[in-house]
C-alpha cells in the first residue's frame, strides 16, 4: 500500500506540473497549419502555404461582378483586341480597343515597347469601340527615348509583366512620383543582382541587356527566370481547388499587401502575372531578418485597421472606372477600383505606406491630387 501511495502521488505531482505551463511564453507558429476559420466582410481567409521568405494566403468568397465579363491587357494585346499608343509624353499613353471586350488593365501592369517601357498608373476599364483613350503611365526605363532593336516606337508590343514591389506600386499608384519610380526600379534590379548572385555563386546581371535600365528586360532575365520558375510550380496551384478571389502575402514574416477582386475570372486570368511578381519581390529580399510567419487573424487585423470614417479621395479615371482611395493617419491604405456600369467594386487593395518619414506622408496626405466627390 505504501507503494502505491508514493506512485499515486508522483502521478499527481505530474499533473500538477503539467498544467502549470509559464502562460508568458509565447506560442509558436507552425507553417502550413489549420487554423479557425477566419471571415470578413463574406470573405475568407484560407490557410496559408509558405515558400522560403514568402507567404501566401489565398482569399475565397461569393463574387458580385459574376461571371467572365474583362479580358485581360496581356490577352487583349496578345490577340490585337486593343493598340497601345505612345504620345511622345512619358506620363501619358493612348489606347484603342477595337473589340466587343470590356479590356481590365491591372495598375501595375507594365507595356513593353515605345520610346520606353511604361507602367500604367492605375486600373482601368477599357469599354468597347474606345479610341484614344488616355492612360496616366510612368516610365519604368530611364535613359531610353527611341527605338529599341525591332520594337515599333509608335505603339508597345506586349503585357507580360506588372511591378514586382510594393514600393513600387505605391511610388507610381499613390505618390504619383517619377523620380521615385526610377530610383525603386534601380534599387530593386540591385537586390535581385545581389541575391541571384548570392544563390548561384557567382556574378549575375539581370541588367545586361540591350537597354540596361529596363524593368521589363530586367524581368525577362534568364537568371531571374530560372530561379522564379522553381517556386511558381509549387505555388501556381494554390488557386485551383479554392473559390479564389484574392490573396494575402507576407515576406520575411512582415504582410505586404492584400488584393480582392470581385469576379473569380479576372483574378483567375490574372493570377499568373501577379505570382511572378510576388516570388520576384521575395526574391530581392531574401537574406533579411526573416519574422515568425503570420496568422489569418493578423491578415483580418491588416484588412481592418481602415475605417468607415477615415480619408475619402477619389478620381473618376474615365465613362467607366472610378479610383477611390481610403487612408488613415497611421499610413493604411485600400484602393478601390469601380465599375460605373455595375457600380461596384471590381478590385481593392489594402496596403501600408512606410510612416518613418510622418513629415513626408502627412504632407503628401493633405495635399492629394484627387478630388473627393461627394
Not at 252 to 263: L, M, R
Not at 342 to 371: G, V
Amino acid at each position: 500500500m505504501k507503494v502505491f501511495s508514493i506512485s499515486i502521488g508522483f502521478l499527481c505531482l505530474f499533473v500538477v506540473l503539467m498544467g502549470c505551463k509559464d502562460k508568458s511564453q509565447k506560442p509558436v507558429i507552425a507553417q502550413n497549419t489549420t487554423e479557425a476559420v477566419i471571415r470578413v466582410d463574406g470573405i475568407t481567409i484560407n490557410d496559408s502555404k509558405t515558400q522560403g521568405n514568402l507567404q501566401l494566403f489565398i482569399l475565397s468568397g461569393k463574387e458580385k461582378v459574376s461571371g467572365k465579363r474583362y479580358t485581360t491587357l496581356s490577352e487583349a494585346m496578345d490577340a490585337k483586341k486593343v493598340i497601345v499608343k505612345e504620345t511622345g509624353s512619358v506620363n501619358e499613353l493612348e489606347i484603342d480597343n477595337n473589340s466587343s471586350d470590356y479590356v481590365f488593365i491591372h495598375s501595375g501592369d507594365i507595356v513593353k515597347g515605345g520610346k520606353q517601357d511604361r507602367t500604367i498608373s492605375y486600373d482601368v476599364i477599357v469599354p468597347p469601340q474606345t479610341k484614344n483613350m488616355s492612360l496616366a503611365s510612368f516610365c519604368v526605363e530611364q535613359g531610353r527615348w527611341e527605338q529599341r532593336a525591332d520594337e515599333m516606337v509608335v505603339a508597345f508590343s506586349s503585357n507580360t509583366k506588372m511591378l514586382s514591389s510594393k514600393d513600387l506600386r505605391l511610388a507610381a499608384k499613390h505618390e504619383n512620383n517619377q523620380g521615385k519610380v526610377w530610383s525603386k526600379v534601380s534599387e530593386q534590379k540591385e537586390y535581385l543582382n545581389a541575391k541571384l548572385s548570392a544563390r548561384n555563386g557567382y556574378e549575375v546581371d539581370i541588367a545586361a541587356n540591350e537597354s540596361n535600365s529596363s524593368l521589363q528586360l530586367a524581368l525577362e532575365s534568364k537568371e531571374l527566370k530560372k530561379t522564379k520558375e522553381s517556386i511558381y510550380e509549387k505555388l501556381k496551384g494554390l488557386i485551383d481547388t479554392q473559390d479564389a478571389i484574392g490573396y494575402a502575402y507576407a515576406i520575411n514574416g512582415e504582410i505586404y499587401g492584400v488584393e480582392v477582386y470581385n469576379n473569380k475570372q479576372l483574378f483567375a486570368d490574372l493570377w499568373d502575372k501577379i505570382l511572378e511578381s510576388v516570388i520576384v519581390e521575395a526574391i530581392s529580399e531574401e537574406g533579411e531578418e526573416v519574422m515568425a510567419v503570420k496568422t489569418k487573424e493578423e491578415v483580418l487585423a491588416y484588412m481592418k485597421e481602415i475605417k468607415a470614417t477615415d480619408k475619402k479621395t477619389a478620381k473618376k479615371v474615365n465613362a467607366a472606372t472610378r479610383f477611390k482611395t481610403i487612408q488613415n493617419e497611421k499610413g493604411n491604405l485600400v484602393f478601390s477600383t469601380e465599375d460605373l456600369g455595375k457600380q461596384q467594386w471590381i478590385h481593392k487593395s489594402y496596403m501600408k505606406i512606410d510612416t518613418t518619414d510622418r513629415a513626408q506622408h502627412e504632407n503628401l496626405f493633405l495635399n492629394s491630387r484627387f478630388n473627393i466627390e461627394n
